[in-house]
């Protein structure tokens, strides 16, 4: 079976870092990509970062860029998001999902994603 269990949400004050960690197991698709999404009060769900297995790029929604880094093992087995700089509108519980790529893939955080973390909650106060 699939499970993605996420880990590392806590709550900091503005300017601070955490670190995300997403641990994957059962997931065995060659092309695959493991993505980060965030779900605020009142707010839609929204794509944050992805990582795909084809070649190791990395996606990153303008609203995190620069201040958020995904890394991983070459298999996606675990899959980090390192959280710089943070802001109060980053307060979400952030979920880890997978999903299986097919030869002809596009923009990861464009997919809709199969499998899903139970979340973990992130709070900034500023």
């Known amino acids: 079976e699939v499970q993605l269990v996420e880990s590392g949400g806590g709550s900091v004050q503005a300017g601070g870092s955490l670190r995300l960690s997403c641990a994957t197991s059962?997931?065995?698709?060659?092309?695959?990509?493991i993505a980060w999404f965030r779900q605020a009060p009142g707010k839609e769900r929204e794509g944050v970062s992805a990582?795909?297995?084809?070649?190791?790029?990395?996606y990153y929604v303008n609203a995190v860029k620069g201040r958020f880094t995904i890394s991983s093992d070459d298999a996606l087995n675990t899959v980090n998001l390192q959280m710089n700089n943070l802001k109060p509108e980053d307060t979400a519980v952030y979920f880890c999902?997978?999903?299986?790529?097919?030869?002809?893939?596009?923009?990861?955080?464009?997919?809709?994603?199969?499998?899903w973390g139970q979340g973990t909650q992130v709070t900034v106060s500023a």
């Open positions: 999902a997978a999903v299986a790529l097919g030869k002809e893939w596009y923009y990861p955080l464009a997919y809709t994603y199969d499998y």
């Open positions: 059962g997931f065995t698709f060659d092309r695959k990509a």
């Open positions: 990582i795909s297995s084809i070649d190791g790029s990395k």
